[in-house]
């Protein structure tokens, strides 16, 4: 059976990735990879392997002598963390899709997935129901990165015929693995201060509206695009797709309808300027009319879920 393996698989999306892609695929079919010296605990019944996705010898080597022939690539430094390096962060999200690329046109691999974001997205893009095909005037250095792999994978579908995947994340929420240094991460963060504190200081302003999605359905997502008939793919840049829109103040009243004493503040950084750059809703049609696309989790279920389930102990 060909082996499947996730780069990035200790990341907030890699995680939840990874045990759904082995519940479909089989443990041993499913290999986890991360830079960190071991896997999170919850993945440890699979494989691990310890790869550095800049060291492309060893990426190739590996790929190469496991016959690995899906990869889901998903090394990256966010938003908010990655402005605080740009060189690094360019570096690590540009230079290891180059070597999956590769190794896809080469024949090594059969099919990659690879996510962009919204963040492709800048000040000049329509911001209500922003559109598949529209202005991108990216304003960050994970934004611009996001924009240039897009370029490069359709590059690399039209030119050499590589099967290369993709959707545009937007601001995803799970209880199973902490915030990765993203500029949505507050919709991850106030979950587990709202059981730890019952209070939570924002670092975006009240009124900020951007696209976010429960994870289970970005994962459900992931692996319908991965699945779906070739033909059925028609977008080879980034496919848009759309949860739910809301503000911190609709997110903590939603909280509150739950947990009537939970109160919030709100100490916008630079964050917010990221977050203004950004689009407050998503058109995401294209999705929906090739492949199938359609959401289970809006707002409400959502919280209720997370404060069900979030772990502060795992805050620690």
Not at 78 to 99: I, Q, V
Not at 173 to 181: D, R, V
Not at 229 to 234: A, C, L, N, R, T
Not at 235 to 260: D, H
Request: contains cysteine.
């Amino acid at each position: 059976m060909s082996k499947t393996i996730v780069i990035g698989a200790c990341g907030q999306i890699g995680t939840e990735l990874t045990l759904e892609l082995r519940k479909i695929k089989g443990i041993n079919s499913v290999i986890a990879a991360d830079v960190k010296d071991e896997s999170p605990e919850i993945l440890k019944d699979g494989i691990y392997v310890k790869m550095d996705i800049l060291n492309s010898l060893m990426v190739r080597e590996y790929i190469i002598k496991h016959q690995i022939k899906e990869v889901y690539l998903l090394a990256a430094l966010l938003s908010a963390t990655a402005e605080k390096n740009p060189d690094f962060a360019w570096r690590l999200n540009m230079e290891g899709l180059f070597t999956i690329l590769e190794l896809a046109k080469e024949g090594h691999i059969t099919k990659i997935f690879w996510p962009s974001s919204i963040a492709v997205f800048g000040p000049t893009t329509p911001k209500d129901n922003t559109p598949q095909v529209t202005v991108m005037e990216p304003t960050t250095v994970y934004g611009i990165s996001k924009q240039a792999g897009e370029r490069w994978c359709e590059y690399y579908f039209n030119k050499f015929g590589v099967d290369v995947r993709s959707i545009r994340y937007p601001g995803l929420i799970s209880y199973t693995s902490l915030p990765g240094g993203g500029t949505t991460d507050y919709a991850v963060d106030i979950f587990y201060k709202a059981k730890a504190e019952n209070t939570f200081n924002c670092f975006l302003s009240a009124d900020t509206e951007l696209p976010m999605m429960y994870m289970e359905d970005a994962i459900r997502a992931t692996i319908e695009l991965m699945e779906a008939p070739s033909e059925k793919v028609k977008i080879r840049s980034s496919y848009n797709l759309s949860g739910c829109s809301f503000t911190p103040a609709q997110l903590a009243k939603e909280i509150q309808q739950i947990q009537p004493g939970f109160t919030i503040t709100y100490s916008p950084d630079f964050r917010q300027q990221i977050a203004d750059s950004w689009p407050n809703s998503i058109d995401d049609l294209s999705a929906r009319e090739d492949w199938g696309w359609k959401e289970k989790y809006g707002v409400s279920e959502m919280v209720r879920i997370m404060l069900e389930n979030v772990d502060v102990n795992s805050m620690v």
